[in-house]
């Protein structure tokens, strides 16, 4: 029943006329577009500072999946957010 009422807080939304289904394609759909935008946001502040080959799927949790991801990547990838030269 939480789950039900989370979903709904999430999707600003009362739950009385969805089925517990419904509520979870909704979330997914809404968690999706989310990521989506977010990671537009992260590859494009990437690209401004000088990171090379960024893709929006680099920062996409629902993209990550289906490449391989390894820790040497990511670090490549991210290192500009810890740069303490700037």
């Not at 990171?51 to 949790?61: A, E």
Request: aromatic share 10%; hydrophobic share 35%.
């Amino acid at each position: 029943m939480t789950q039900i009422w989370q979903t709904a807080g999430i999707l600003n939304i009362h739950p009385g006329p969805f089925s517990y289904w419904e509520l979870m394609t909704m979330r997914e759909g809404c968690e999706r577009e989310r990521w989506e935008r977010l990671s537009f946001s992260e590859a494009n502040a990437s690209t401004r500072v000088g990171v090379k080959h960024v893709r929006m799927d680099d920062y996409n949790k629902f993209s990550m999946g289906r490449k391989s991801l390894t820790a040497d990547t990511l670090k490549d990838s991210c290192k500009h957010l810890f740069d303490k030269e700037k």
